[in-house]
């Protein structure tokens, strides 16, 4: 079966796709109203080198990148999605999914940069979630410094991050899609499998009436032959 036998089938069961097509319509307006959307709010920090560290580049810390403040970034996010660390965050009320993740690709200097990302349902909380996440990731990197005097200690400096959270698209259209799709298969698709089956019912219709008509002839056949 080529397009044109579909279209023509479509043509010929015009109340049944524009039917189908209709309800799938209403079905998108109802997603649209009720499935929930999705925000994401960002931010990134960069790990510095300690200021006794940075002495040796005229106190300048950008210009002081090394090996270990990749390892300290690694070390920070780890201890960031720890179920502790999420735990405590949870119960002062930032309570939105989030990541804390190194560059997909780093080197000795993009190593050490750290990015945090937040995605839900509500907007002001993926904010406030994000805020609560950078303000504990200084926490996080003090403790994970123990007793090292400050003088001595890996800095953090903020680098990026979003005023509010902005809309997922991406995530928040794939639902959209998927019930699109859906809708439109069964639209486009029932009316074919519909005509299928009156077509196969006609066949049969029409062959055993052809088998009705042969038989009184065949006996008739057979009577002159045997007079």
Same mark, same amino acid.
């Given at each position: 079966?080529?397009?044109?036998?579909?279209? #023509?089938i479509w $043509?010929? #069961?015009?109340?049944l796709?524009?039917g189908?097509?209709l309800?799938?319509?209403? @079905?998108?307006?109802? +997603?649209?109203a009720?499935?929930p959307?999705? =925000?994401q709010?960002?931010?990134s920090?960069v790990l510095? !080198?300690?200021?006794? *560290?940075?002495?040796?580049? &005229?106190g300048?810390? =950008?210009?002081?990148f090394? /090996?270990?403040?990749?390892? @300290? @970034?690694? @070390?920070?996010?780890?201890?960031?999605m720890?179920?502790a660390t999420v735990g405590?965050l949870?119960?002062q009320?930032y309570?939105?999914? =989030?990541?804390?993740?190194?560059?997909?690709?780093?080197?000795?200097?993009?190593g050490?940069?750290?990015?945090v990302? *937040?995605?839900?349902s509500?907007?002001a909380?993926?904010q406030?979630?994000?805020?609560g996440?950078?303000t %504990?990731?200084g926490?996080e990197?003090?403790?994970i410094?123990g007793?090292v005097?400050r003088?001595?200690?890996?800095?953090?400096?903020?680098?990026? !991050?979003?005023?509010?959270?902005?809309l997922?698209v991406? %995530?928040t259209?794939?639902?959209f899609?998927?019930?699109?799709?859906? &809708?439109? *298969?069964?639209a486009?698709?029932? /009316?074919?499998?519909?005509? &299928?089956?009156?077509?196969?019912r006609?066949? *049969?219709?029409?062959?055993?009436?052809?088998?009705g008509? +042969?038989?009184?002839?065949? $006996?008739?056949?057979?009577g002159l032959a045997?007079s």
């Amino acid at each position: 079966m080529n397009f044109g036998e579909i279209f #023509r089938i479509w $043509r010929r #069961r015009l109340a049944l796709t524009a039917g189908l097509t209709l309800l799938v319509l209403v @079905a998108f307006l109802a +997603a649209l109203a009720w499935l929930p959307r999705t =925000y994401q709010s960002q931010a990134s920090v960069v790990l510095l !080198a300690p200021r006794s *560290v940075a002495k040796q580049n &005229g106190g300048n810390p =950008y210009l002081s990148f090394t /090996p270990s403040l990749s390892l @300290a @970034a690694d @070390a920070l996010s780890r201890a960031m999605m720890s179920p502790a660390t999420v735990g405590v965050l949870a119960a002062q009320g930032y309570t939105e999914p =989030y990541t804390v993740a190194l560059p997909a690709y780093t080197t000795a200097t993009t190593g050490s940069v750290v990015t945090v990302t *937040v995605t839900g349902s509500d907007r002001a909380l993926v904010q406030q979630t994000l805020e609560g996440v950078l303000t %504990q990731l200084g926490s996080e990197l003090t403790k994970i410094q123990g007793t090292v005097t400050r003088p001595n200690r890996i800095r953090i400096a903020p680098l990026s !991050a979003t005023s509010q959270a902005d809309l997922a698209v991406s %995530q928040t259209v794939r639902p959209f899609v998927i019930v699109v799709v859906f &809708g439109l *298969v069964i639209a486009l698709g029932v /009316p074919v499998i519909v005509d &299928g089956r009156a077509a196969r019912r006609r066949a *049969v219709r029409e062959s055993a009436g052809q088998s009705g008509r +042969a038989e009184p002839l065949a $006996r008739d056949m057979t009577g002159l032959a045997k007079s």
